[in-house]
């Protein structure tokens, strides 16, 4: 149980178009949903905290008209990179959880890449 | 904010060998986690310490939560090829507001030699 998908898992686009993530959870339905990036040989990072049917919470230093995230269901969240530039390659990685206090199941991940 | 401070960055053991590696920061959790992540996939979680001083075993992996609660070790036995990988630390505060956030630390690669 307690599994967690991302589409697509990699992605190259051309600067300046913008490219949609989805995250789901197969099995559970997740009240809160977390979009992490990932430069390579670095930690996650915390982008943005969403809690369905609300507007997600975004970290310090990130952009929310850049990063759109929309968590409209309890097994779906998006997060759309507007305008994408080559600075915006890299990892983003999406977490699931029940409640913002339990456990976060991980997705695989989404490599993108922006030409 | 906070930091967490993982060690080693990297380690090159033999197969069988046993593996240990540490978490320390400059402040408190009050929960701490370890998650292993392969290549291009997300995080695993394989150990979760809710108390100070908990010693916690998940096969032949063993985590203890320090009892400042601003540390935190895994041991790896008897390592296998399979254990490769990226190993990281998080610390969560819990108890409300904003602190169900994890701080993750920078992550150990281990490698495996057959």
């Known amino acids: 149980g307690a599994v967690v998908s991302q589409h697509p898992s990699w992605v190259i686009c051309k600067s300046g178009t913008s490219v949609k993530i989805e995250c789901r959870s197969l099995?559970?339905?997740?009240?809160?949903m977390f979009w992490y990036r990932q430069f390579p040989k670095q930690s996650l990072m915390l982008m943005a905290t969403?809690?369905?049917?609300?507007?997600?919470?975004?970290e310090q230093g990130v952009e929310k008209d850049k990063f759109l995230i929309n968590h409209a269901s309890l097994t779906l969240s998006t997060l759309t990179v507007t305008s994408a530039h080559p600075e915006d390659s890299s990892f983003y990685i999406c977490?699931?959880?029940?409640?913002?206090?339990?456990?976060?199941?991980f997705g695989p991940g989404t490599r993108l890449t922006v030409l | 904010g906070q930091q967490l401070n993982q060690s080693p960055q990297s380690m090159f053991i033999q197969e069988g060998e046993d593996v240990s590696m540490n978490c320390t920061s400059s402040?408190?959790?009050?929960?701490w986690l370890w998650y292993k992540q392969d290549p291009g996939e997300g995080p695993v979680l394989l150990i979760a310490?809710?108390?100070?001083?908990e010693l916690t075993s998940n096969g032949r992996l063993t985590a203890q939560f320090g009892i400042t609660r601003k540390d935190s070790f895994l041991n790896i036995s008897a390592s296998i090829p399979s254990d490769v990988g990226i190993y990281f630390c998080?610390?969560?505060?819990?108890?409300?507001?904003?602190?169900?956030?994890?701080?993750f630390g920078k992550g150990t690669l281990l490698t495996v030699n057959p």
């Open positions: 977490s699931a959880s029940e409640d913002s206090f339990n456990e976060q199941f």
């Open positions: 099995d559970f339905q997740a009240t809160t």
């Open positions: 969403s809690n369905e049917g609300s507007k997600a919470t975004y």
């Open positions: 402040s408190i959790f009050n929960t």
């Open positions: 310490l809710y108390k100070a001083g």
């Open positions: 998080a610390g969560q505060l819990g108890s409300g507001g904003s602190n169900y956030k994890l701080t």
